[in-house]
């Protein structure tokens, strides 16, 4: 009998030729002598090799055939636009720069090298200059076909079973998130991706629109900007020193500093309506930064020191 | 040969076959060093692969050769084309590219960006919002990047995890790297003859030397592997239920609890000294430190100074 590497690759190049679709009797006979004799072993051997093509990536359909003579039997093919990577007409520099880029973020991921083979690209190296660790959760691939593909999920958090409409990904002080439209809740939620339990699914059929405008990094729960919720609430006036005044402004939008320094400092106007939430915020910059007004704010926070300082 | 299994063999041919389609004609060392094989395998697999067909429906799969070391590709046929991308290396894709262009020295219209975006396109990405990725960076990180590329030796003071006072050294940056929020550098550093990583938000000065110096060739440690090792300062923290959110922000070992009143105790990394500082003053009177003791001190210190500066005006 052949070796099995050489009966997969005939199978997969038997399925992306036939003109139409085949049984696995079919298959059997045109791969003389691949296949055991019997029925069961033949059965055996063949769902193994679908599966492992399938495991490949390799898109296999299949059909059960409605009526006739040949009524309830299962038919297989590969189509040929499903299975075949579209051109991404990458110029030989681009392919070299996500290599590059793979090699900086990614190194040793054999998912990524086997996606640069495809695309043209050469070996990862595994020193690059400037380096990000980008981490890990088995629900990520899933969920960003979902959110571009628009497709509800379903996954399980702090033991509940939920449905969401993922609406964005994001990745902020080294942890993943995904921010959408919880069913169950009917309201919007962000969840930590790492601690979704067991797997995540797309649900068939299921569809959604995104918010026209939508921004992961501004509908975060702990962003200043979505702190307080409707135009009344009350707002603070914060004063932010010279060192965290860039990425303070670069978060929060140019259209919030009321006052700028010559030496960089920036007062911000940022709504304080949700207190722990804007206390949260506030204390992350440490001593660098100090709200002004109003005054029963400015007393809540130093109240709150007082009980740390002791 | 060595032995792989048929699904590996399978995969890397799919990937060789469209390449070598292209090009017509390849040394075999070329093709080995490419797909991470052996010329071995490499000539082993394509022989297969000549072997294989199924006629009347395809006589052969690929016309090849091999001939003193050099593979000749015929008439493409079959695999002229890779598999389409799955969904785990579509992610590694995106995801490594967006968070590339969020490293020091990206160019917004280089190769990269026209990469990226030709990707993002073909895997249906149809704006930004989809996948978004944050690396804030402290400034000293573009002119150290920069100094890695460039082998420029700089002076830098330091402030070590555990010594209050900075130490001033001379260090040739070979790897500048984030991980879970935090800049880090990887050098060769002259005070120990070795290559240390410091961390880059306790750098206090830096100046170039004016030196270029060749890097050492000792090895730069793995970046993210320190984080899970058991050498990593660990803190205990008591909880009250309003604070049980740094559960679900932050890297946990162990949460034992809640209690009848819903405090509950929990054991975390330290990613840094800074951090847990920060962290204690949000949680406020909603936590309690209760390992390390040594840090309570410098907790209340950070309060008072912040404290400080509201008393002040």
């Given at each position: 009998?052949?070796?099995?590497?050489?009966?997969?690759?005939?199978?997969?190049?038997?399925?992306?030729?036939?003109?139409?679709?085949?049984?696995?009797?079919?298959?059997?006979?045109?791969?003389?002598?691949?296949y055991?004799?019997?029925?069961?072993?033949?059965?055996?051997?063949?769902?193994?090799?679908?599966?492992?093509?399938r495991?490949?990536?390799?898109?296999?359909?299949?059909?059960?055939?409605?009526?006739?003579?040949?009524?309830?039997?299962?038919?297989?093919?590969?189509?040929?636009?499903?299975?075949?990577?579209?051109?991404?007409?990458?110029?030989?520099?681009?392919?070299?720069?996500?290599?590059?880029?793979?090699?900086?973020?990614?190194?040793?991921?054999?998912?990524?090298?086997?996606?640069?083979?495809?695309?043209?690209?050469?070996?990862?190296?595994?020193?690059?200059?400037?380096?990000?660790?980008?981490?890990?959760?088995?629900?990520?691939?899933?969920?960003?076909?979902?959110?571009?593909?628009?497709?509800?999920?379903?996954?399980?958090?702090?033991?509940?079973?939920?449905?969401?409409?993922?609406?964005?990904?994001?990745?902020?002080?080294?942890?993943?998130y995904?921010?959408?439209?919880?069913?169950?809740?009917?309201?919007?939620?962000?969840?930590?991706?790492?601690?979704?339990?067991?797997?995540?699914?797309?649900?068939?059929?299921?569809?959604?629109?995104?918010?026209?405008?939508?921004?992961?990094?501004?509908?975060?729960?702990?962003?200043?900007?979505?702190?307080?919720?409707?135009?009344?609430?009350?707002?603070?006036?914060?004063?932010?020193?010279?060192?965290?005044?860039?990425a303070?402004?670069?978060?929060?939008?140019?259209?919030?500093?009321?006052?700028?320094?010559?030496?960089?400092?920036?007062?911000v106007?940022?709504?304080?309506?949700?207190?722990?939430?804007?206390?949260?915020?506030?204390?992350?910059?440490?001593?660098?930064?100090?709200v002004?007004?109003?005054?029963?704010?400015?007393?809540?926070?130093?109240?709150?020191?007082?009980?740390?300082?002791? | 040969?060595?032995?792989?299994?048929?699904?590996?063999?399978?995969r890397?041919?799919?990937?060789?076959?469209?390449?070598?389609?292209?090009?017509?004609?390849?040394?075999?060392r070329?093709?080995?060093?490419?797909f991470?094989?052996?010329?071995?395998?490499?000539?082993?697999?394509?022989?297969?692969?000549?072997?294989?067909?199924?006629?009347?429906?395809?006589?052969?799969?690929i016309?090849?050769?091999?001939?003193?070391?050099m593979?000749?590709?015929?008439?493409?046929?079959?695999?002229?084309?890779?598999?389409?991308?799955?969904?785990?290396?579509?992610?590694?894709?995106?995801?490594?590219?967006?968070?590339?262009?969020?490293?020091?020295?990206?160019?917004?219209?280089?190769?990269?960006?026209?990469?990226?975006?030709?990707?993002?396109?073909?895997?249906?990405?149809?704006?930004?919002?989809?996948?978004?990725?944050?690396?804030?960076?402290?400034?000293?990180?573009?002119?150290?990047?920069?100094?890695?590329?460039?082998?420029?030796?700089?002076?830098?003071?330091?402030?070590?995890?555990d010594?209050?006072?900075?130490?001033?050294?001379?260090?040739?940056?070979?790897?500048?790297?984030?991980?879970?929020?935090?800049?880090?550098?990887?050098?060769?550093?002259?005070?120990?003859?070795?290559?240390?990583?410091?961390?880059?938000?306790?750098?206090?000065?830096?100046?170039?030397?004016?030196?270029?110096?060749?890097?050492?060739?000792?090895?730069?440690?793995?970046?993210?592997?320190?984080?899970?090792?058991?050498?990593?300062?660990?803190?205990?923290?008591?909880?009250?239920?309003?604070?049980?959110?740094?559960?679900?922000?932050?890297?946990?070992?162990?949460v034992?609890?809640?209690?009848?009143?819903?405090?509950?105790?929990?054991?975390?990394?330290?990613?840094?000294?800074?951090?847990?500082?920060?962290?204690?003053?949000?949680?406020?009177?909603?936590?309690?430190?209760?390992?390390?003791?040594?840090?309570?001190?410098?907790?209340?210190?950070?309060?008072?100074?912040?404290?400080?500066?509201?008393?002040?005006?």
């Amino acid at each position: 009998m052949a070796e099995r590497v050489e009966r997969l690759t005939n199978l997969l190049a038997l399925l992306l030729e036939t003109p139409q679709p085949l049984s696995l009797v079919e298959i059997a006979g045109e791969m003389t002598g691949q296949y055991p004799e019997s029925q069961t072993a033949r059965r055996a051997a063949f769902e193994r090799d679908k599966a492992a093509l399938r495991e490949i990536g390799v898109p296999i359909e299949q059909e059960i055939v409605p009526g006739g003579e040949y009524a309830g039997q299962t038919r297989y093919w590969i189509d040929r636009e499903r299975y075949e990577l579209r051109d991404l007409d990458l110029a030989e520099d681009e392919a070299r720069a996500l290599q590059v880029a793979m090699a900086a973020t990614r190194p040793g991921s054999t998912s990524g090298q086997e996606a640069l083979w495809k695309l043209g690209a050469g070996v990862l190296d595994h020193s690059a200059p400037v380096a990000a660790v980008l981490p890990d959760a088995p629900g990520l691939p899933v969920l960003r076909e979902a959110v571009a593909g628009r497709t509800s999920v379903r996954f399980r958090y702090r033991d509940v079973e939920r449905t969401v409409d993922p609406w964005g990904l994001l990745l902020r002080d080294g942890f993943w998130y995904v921010i959408g439209f919880d069913h169950g809740r009917s309201e919007q939620r962000t969840y930590r991706i790492d601690r979704i339990e067991d797997s995540v699914d797309a649900v068939a059929g299921s569809s959604f629109e995104r918010p026209a405008g939508f921004d992961p990094r501004a509908a975060f729960p702990e962003d200043p900007k979505l702190i307080g919720a409707t135009e009344t609430v009350p707002v603070a006036r914060v004063r932010i020193d010279t060192e965290r005044a860039r990425a303070a402004v670069r978060d929060l939008d140019e259209e919030r500093v009321l006052w700028r320094g010559d030496d960089g400092a920036v007062e911000v106007e940022v709504p304080c309506a949700n207190l722990p939430a804007f206390r949260s915020w506030l204390l992350g910059f440490a001593e660098h930064a100090e709200v002004i007004e109003p005054a029963d704010v400015r007393a809540h926070v130093v109240a709150w020191l007082e009980a740390v300082a002791g | 040969m060595t032995v792989r299994p048929a699904e590996q063999r399978l995969r890397r041919l799919l990937v060789m076959l469209p390449w070598l389609m292209e090009r017509g004609e390849v040394p075999v060392r070329e093709v080995a060093e490419r797909f991470d094989l052996s010329e071995q395998d490499v000539v082993g697999d394509l022989e297969l692969a000549a072997m294989c067909g199924l006629p009347p429906f395809v006589d052969e799969l690929i016309d090849v050769f091999i001939d003193e070391g050099m593979i000749v590709v015929g008439v493409p046929r079959l695999f002229t084309r890779p598999l389409r991308l799955n969904s785990v290396e579509a992610f590694e894709l995106l995801a490594a590219a967006r968070a590339a262009m969020e490293l020091p020295g990206a160019d917004p219209d280089g190769a990269l960006a026209r990469g990226l975006a030709k990707l993002a396109r073909a895997l249906g990405e149809d704006d930004t919002a989809g996948v978004k990725i944050e690396l804030d960076k402290p400034e000293l990180v573009d002119r150290l990047a920069t100094a890695a590329t460039a082998h420029e030796q700089l002076r830098i003071d330091y402030v070590g995890a555990d010594r209050d006072e900075a130490t001033t050294r001379r260090i040739v940056p070979r790897q500048v790297f984030t991980d879970r929020g935090e800049w880090y550098v990887s050098a060769d550093d002259d005070r120990s003859g070795e290559v240390r990583t410091f961390r880059v938000d306790r750098i206090t000065a830096l100046d170039p030397t004016g030196a270029r110096v060749a890097p050492s060739d000792a090895p730069l440690p793995a970046p993210g592997a320190w984080f899970d090792d058991e050498s990593v300062r660990r803190a205990v923290l008591h909880l009250s239920p309003a604070a049980h959110w740094v559960v679900e922000r932050f890297p946990v070992d162990t949460v034992e609890g809640p209690d009848a009143a819903g405090w509950s105790r929990v054991t975390l990394p330290v990613a840094s000294e800074q951090w847990l500082v920060r962290t204690m003053l949000r949680l406020g009177p909603e936590a309690e430190l209760v390992e390390p003791a040594d840090l309570r001190g410098v907790v209340a210190a950070a309060a008072g100074r912040v404290l400080a500066r509201y008393r002040r005006s």
